[in-house]
């Protein structure tokens, strides 16, 4: 006879183990940096050991719900450290897996231009619109996971779709013609050819750099093609955080859904760069965040996977 305590634990276990990339996945997109939504997933964890899962019907409702609620605590308690941050505060960038790519809007929600806009919710805004919008939640749902009524849900809901929709044009330019784009950008930054920098920026593009205070970066975003393409243009050329040009490597990666740069010194990586593009393939925005404490989950080299199913 199986001891019935330690068969429910095990269970409870493999359970948690189905739903543990979908946690990660709501976490990450309610804040913005995978260490935190590492935290949460592991807190829901500990709060999922001592449930009465005898009671739960549906675990991965139950398990999304504890985790969505941990995140809207810390999103709470983070807000004021937001505010006093040095510069442009940028998410904590991730590798993410081939498969992401496949599914369009998976990837367009984990995007830095995205996770930028949603970083300008309300915490619960971002909760509802996350849930409902990304992971297909009902609005019933939602209500009974952030322990508020259907109204009110709908009304956030109403509210962060309106925010969202005047600031983040849908889909842009389809994903060959990004990857090219960003192909293209690799090969100019990395050749210092300005010119062909140029061809490929939108004429009023934007530069965001996220040096936290920790490294030297741009404290207000650079504006405009020439400025921005004479930055990466010097890239091969200046001494950089301390690397010297013959010892930094830059690579082409998937970051945060889409195709991005990783620059990396002898002993740690040294910024990631990622995109946004208008729908003729033109260059927008670029994000860059340097600030070392934002650049372990890409450091770890894991790829995650930010599947909504």
Do not use: C
């Not at 999103?75 to 940028?90: A, D, F, I, N, Q």
């Amino acid at each position: 006879m199986t001891n019935p305590t330690t068969h429910s634990a095990h269970s409870g276990h493999q359970v948690f183990h189905e739903h543990r990339r979908l946690l990660f996945s709501v976490a990450y997109r309610l804040l913005g940096t995978a260490a935190d939504a590492e935290d949460a997933v592991q807190d829901a964890w500990i709060k999922w050991s001592a449930a009465d899962r005898s009671q739960v019907a549906d675990p991965k409702a139950y398990l999304t719900r504890i985790v969505s609620n941990l995140a809207l605590e810390r999103l709470r308690s983070t807000r004021h450290k937001r505010e006093t941050y040095v510069g442009p505060w940028l998410p904590e960038p991730i590798l993410t897996g081939g498969d992401a790519s496949e599914a369009v809007t998976d990837a367009e929600s984990v995007s830095m231009a995205m996770l930028v806009v949603l970083e300008t919710l309300s915490p619960l805004e971002r909760a509802v619109f996350v849930l409902r919008e990304v992971f297909d939640f009902s609005h019933a749902e939602i209500a009974e996971m952030v322990e508020r009524s259907e109204v009110a849900v709908r009304q956030a809901a109403h509210r962060a779709r309106e925010h969202v929709r005047a600031r983040r044009p849908r889909f842009a330019a389809d994903r060959t013609r990004q990857r090219e784009a960003t192909e293209r950008f690799f090969a100019a930054a990395t050749g210092g050819d300005v010119n062909a920098l140029m061809e490929l920026l939108s004429p009023d593009v934007t530069l965001w750099t996220d040096g936290g205070g920790k490294v030297r970066q741009a404290l207000r975003p650079v504006v405009g093609a020439s400025t921005v393409a004479a930055w990466f243009a010097a890239i091969g050329t200046v001494t950089y955080q301390g690397v010297e040009p013959a010892d930094m490597k830059a690579e082409l990666v998937e970051v945060n859904g889409g195709p991005g740069m990783v620059f990396s010194g002898p002993e740690r990586v040294i910024a990631t760069v990622t995109f946004d593009f208008d729908a003729d393939g033109r260059i927008t925005a670029i994000h860059n965040v340097a600030n070392p404490d934002k650049l372990q989950a890409v450091s770890d080299g894991t790829a995650h996977d930010i599947g909504t199913r």
